[in-house]
């Protein structure tokens, strides 16, 4: 008995540690397939390719709005339908009216049922807008550009320092900022001048297992130029408050304002709940 509970957990255990290889895998195909159906060339000639970003520093750096990168997302391998009924242009107007620093838009379609058009739509805000999605070639950088974000995510799991530093370099050129994402201190060293934005994601990608204890204990060692973001497994107010206490100026949200039937209106209570926070806590 012991021994097929063991075989089990190494077969669950292959499975999970595939998750994040079986989604870069199949991005390396996608990204491919797009570069011959529309060259860098014919991205640069788009609507939004020339227009002034939005600065996500500049927007947690003044404190004004709530810190919250209020993410839309429909779905996710981990979780299944999240919600796929809410209108994202409703949800996003929704987070930006009541509050939002920045928006986070899912693009990638396989496994989260996002798209390039999500983004778009979502542009109708004037706030940041986070491309959320499995960057690992300039050409994504430059789609990017081309659809109106105004800040990339690179994921230092699926990455080398190297190549952070390369398309980091390159997202700077085209006036995009960069927000690295860590989960484990071995990932430290994937931080450069070019990634002002630090985001630490409490959930790791290839277990999806949820430690916010290991998170705070990675930020000590974030350097202190650098602008710290909590990501994944926020359920309350209590829990910004603590990062808050450990120097995280921005909290990336998705799941738990997506899961509700009207994601804005959920968003729209969080928010008065976090205006009514202590002082010692509050970020308005």
């Known amino acids: 008995m012991r021994l097929n509970r063991y075989c089990d957990r190494l077969i669950e255990k292959k499975f999970e540690m595939n998750i994040l290889e079986e989604i870069i895998a199949y991005k390396k195909t996608e990204v491919e397939r797009r570069k011959l159906e ?16 939005l600065s996500l520093t500049q927007s947690l750096k003044t404190g004004n709005r709530s810190g919250i990168i209020a993410e839309f997302k429909r779905r996710s391998p981990s979780k299944g339908v999240i919600n796929d009924k809410a209108s994202l242009i409703d949800v996003t107007m929704g987070f930006t009216e009541n509050g939002a620093s920045s928006i986070s838009v899912l693009t990638d379609e ?6 390039n058009n999500d983004l778009i739509e979502a542009r109708i805000n004037d706030i940041p807008i986070l491309r959320k999605d499995f960057i690992i070639d300039e050409y994504q950088v430059t789609e990017a550009k081309s659809i109106g974000a105004d800040v990339i995510l690179l994921i230092a799991a699926c990455l080398t320092p190297a190549e952070v530093k390369r398309l980091a370099v390159f ?26 934005l630090i985001g630490i994601n409490n959930r790791n990608l290839k277990t999806f297992e949820v430690n916010i204890d290991q998170s705070l204990k990675m930020a000590e060692r974030i350097p202190a130029d650098k602008i710290k973001i909590a990501e994944s497994g926020i359920g309350s107010v209590d829990d910004i408050a603590l990062f808050k206490e450990n120097g995280f100026k921005g909290f990336l949200i998705g799941e738990l304002f997506m899961k509700e039937a009207d994601p804005a209106i959920a968003f729209a209570e969080f928010v008065n709940e976090l ?10």
């Not at 396989?110 to 798209?115: L, M, P, Q, R, Y």
């Not at 205006?275 to 308005?284: D, L, Q, T, V």
């Open 171 to 196: 997202a700077r050129s085209l006036g995009l900022e960069v927000l690295l994402e860590l989960h484990d201190e071995k990932e430290l060293g994937h931080i450069c001048e070019e990634t002002e």
């Open 110 to 115: 396989h496994f989260f049922g996002g798209s």
């Open 275 to 284: 205006r009514i926070m202590p002082p010692k806590a509050e970020g308005f």
């Open 38 to 53: 529309a060259k860098s060339s014919f991205l640069e000639n788009s609507f939004y390719f020339n227009r002034e970003t």
